[in-house]
């Protein structure tokens, strides 16, 4: 157990809808990044927040938003879904930037 | 070209077998992760490397900084070992972005 939690494991959503992917990271760890994992492309970084800030950003579409609260944990919101948004979502934490990463088991997204 | 190559791409072994799976980039990092994910989706980080040489059970990463370079090594495979290795670095002008091998699928027969 990586200690770092994502709701929900699956959703099924319609196009044009929009949708909040959460994580929790592991206790202490103040970094949290986003990854999406889709089959034609692997894994593609999408954004990184330390300690509430953003520090890093990778491929995330202007559709993709997300914040890290107070309390550290995440959320990835995306919205206006297109069918190629299906993947699977993973969030991953570390203590810091340049730590050993803990990853969650990933929330898996269907755009029907 | 992506900035980081991984070989093999598809990789099938015998159990016991002695594996190698390598790893190239092509700008200066910070360090570098090798991740397993298991057939489920599941993440496991490996390793964190910056220098040297680790060693985790049958698992040894190395990496070589000056060649760009980075290898896992897998003792004595067991078909438990079957998994999709991915290297991954962090690096270039922000140092918290991060940049995916393709993996190497691992197939190991008992």
């Known amino acids: 157990d990586s200690g770092v939690t994502q709701t929900p494991k699956h959703l099924i959503t319609a196009t044009g809808q929009r949708v909040t992917l959460r994580c929790s990271p592991r206790s202490g760890d103040l970094s949290v990044y986003w990854y999406q994992q889709s089959l034609d492309q692997g894994l593609q970084f999408l954004i990184q927040y330390y300690n509430g800030e953003e520090r890093a950003k990778g491929n995330i579409l202007e559709r993709f938003s997300a914040q890290q609260f107070p309390d550290l944990h995440s959320e990835l919101n995306l919205s206006s879904l297109e069918l190629g948004d299906s993947a699977l979502y993973f969030c991953a934490s570390s203590v810091e930037f340049n730590s050993p990463l803990h990853f969650g088991n990933g929330t898996r997204l269907t755009v029907t | 070209k992506n900035e980081v190559e991984q070989s093999p791409q598809n990789l099938t072994a015998q159990e016991g077998e002695f594996i190698t799976i390598n790893c190239s980039y092509s700008?200066?990092?910070?360090?570098l992760h090798w991740l397993q994910q298991h057939p489920g989706g599941g993440i496991v980080s490996l390793f964190m490397l910056s220098s040297g040489k680790k060693k985790h059970g049958r698992l040894i990463a190395t990496i070589n900084i000056q060649e760009k370079h980075s290898s896992l090594h897998i003792t004595a495979s067991h078909p438990r070992d079957s998994a999709v290795y991915i290297c991954?670095?962090?690096?270039?002008?922000?140092?918290?972005?991060?940049?995916f091998g393709q993996g190497t699928i691992l197939t190991v027969h008992p």
């Open positions: 700008v200066g990092i910070s360090a």
């Open positions: 991954v670095w962090r690096g270039g002008t922000s140092y918290g972005k991060l940049t």
